[in-house]
């Protein structure tokens, strides 16, 4: 994240909030302009234009799920990591509940080519990490081997998005926490021996 500046980084925040609260038509140069109290000119000189910022967007995000998704402990099973790698999303989404708008909603930038590309191979490379601890996993017989570990890569990331995607609809109203403890709890059912 280090690429960007701090205003740039003020200008991405306030665009999520903004795509949060109005969705992405409520994403313009003046609203976010408004939003920080800044002219609409002053934007331009961080931003070229709204696809510039979009971009920014999504090379946050992914930087910020890269961390997540990122476990140094070699000690932990498969399972284990499994858990910690979403119940690290989950806080962070509990710290940034904006971010679920966008996280599960890759469709807005539908127009948006360059930062299509980019949201769909984070979602790969995310999928893959998954893959690798599963497939993992299996080899050390903490994972069942009767399902491919793609498919149970897609089980644990369907249900997990489904469960935010509905804690963003609600409007935040239900503990994510827990029920995303309850989820891992009844996926480890599922995928142990």
């Not at 939003?35 to 709204?50: C, L, M, T, V």
């Not at 997540?68 to 690290?88: P, T």
């Not at 708008?101 to 998954?130: G, P, R, T, Y």
């Amino acid at each position: 994240m280090s690429q960007f500046t701090e205003r740039q980084l003020q200008i991405i925040q306030v665009s999520i909030e903004l795509i949060s609260r109005r969705g992405v038509l409520g994403l313009t140069i003046k609203n976010i302009s408004e939003a920080i109290g800044i002219s609409e000119p002053a934007i331009y000189r961080h931003f070229d234009n709204k696809s510039a910022i979009i971009l920014g967007i999504v090379s946050v995000l992914s930087d910020s799920f890269d961390e997540e998704f990122n476990l140094n402990s070699e000690k932990m099973d498969a399972v284990n990591k499994i858990k910690s790698i979403f119940n690290n999303l989950t806080s962070h989404f509990i710290e940034n509940p904006a971010l679920t708008a966008i996280v599960f909603s890759e469709e807005i930038f539908n127009n948006e080519i360059e930062a299509d590309k980019i949201i769909l191979n984070m979602m790969e490379k995310k999928q893959q990490k998954l893959i690798d601890v599963l497939t993992t996993g299996q080899t050390n017989g903490d994972i069942r081997t009767d399902l491919d570990a793609k498919q149970l890569s897609l089980i644990i990331i369907g249900s997990f998005r489904f469960l935010v995607s509905k804690w963003h609809l609600r409007n935040y109203a239900f503990d994510l926490e827990a029920e995303v403890e309850e989820l891992l709890n009844s996926l480890e059912m599922i995928i142990i021996l």
